[in-house]
């Protein structure tokens, strides 16, 4: 199979991630990740978020209970449907980090002040291209906001991981459309750095410290070199 074929082979794996709750019920780490987001959104003052990633729109629903304008991009077709049902009036695009942005340039004037992202670049095979994405969609007449979460791995973590004999299950290996990547608050921050990026803050949601089930960073746009 040569390289064009892998890829797209790929593409068409990641587009199925087979969302399957017709009432949008939230996922799980909606519990503990919608409190803080709902938080750094108020301290930043930003009026039009979009949700990166936005599954079945469960979060778009308690961003528009919160008072924001609110849009989506969603790859899955299936959660891009269901985003659809339950927020009605609300833009959903059916989109990957992999595709031009152009269709939400075009129809989202002003751009936004904010791109939320929750537990999806753990999915992807080309992270990279989820930091390029959510600059483009960015109002470029102010600071824009990249609000970023993934599962937390440090030291005492993985620790604990090893010792009480976790690695299988916290991997999901056999889980179709789960998590190909593992990431540090070192290496998040250095690929959200290295695509146009400042990190500002760092925070870590759910159990106890430094063995938190997610990690939070919020960066900030900066001027992109060249």
């Known amino acids: 199979m040569d390289t064009d074929t892998t890829a797209a082979a790929c593409g068409a794996e990641a587009r199925d991630f087979g969302w399957s709750r017709a009432d949008g019920e939230p996922p799980t780490s909606c519990g ?60 959903v695009y059916s989109l990957g980090v992999q595709d031009d942005p152009n269709p939400i340039i075009r129809a989202e004037v002003p751009l936004f002040d904010a791109v939320v992202s929750t537990e999806v670049i753990e999915h992807l095979f080309s992270p990279h291209l989820l930091p390029i994405f959510a600059r483009r969609i960015l109002a470029s007449d102010g600071p824009g906001y990249l609000i970023l979460s993934t599962p937390y791995h440090g030291y005492l973590k993985n620790l604990a991981l090893s010792v009480f004999g976790k690695w299988d299950s916290h991997h999901t290996a056999l889980w179709h459309g789960g998590h190909i990547k593992f990431w540090s608050r070192r290496t998040l921050t250095e690929l959200i750095e290295a695509n146009g990026f400042h990190v500002e803050r760092f925070y870590g949601v759910g159990r106890i410290p430094w063995l938190w089930k997610s990690m939070i960073l919020v960066a900030r746009t900066r001027a992109l070199q060249g």
Do not use: F
């Not at 990166?52 to 308690?62: K, T």
């Not at 609110?70 to 899955?76: I, K, N, R, Y």
């Open 32 to 91: 503990y990740l919608t409190p803080q987001l709902l938080k750094i959104l108020e301290g930043l003052k930003v009026r039009r978020v979009c949700d990166l990633g936005c599954g079945n729109g469960a979060l778009l629903r308690e961003l528009r209970k919160a008072g924001y304008y609110v849009s989506g991009v969603e790859q899955d077709s299936s959660g891009a449907e269901l985003s659809l049902a339950t927020n009605p009036g609300v833009n």
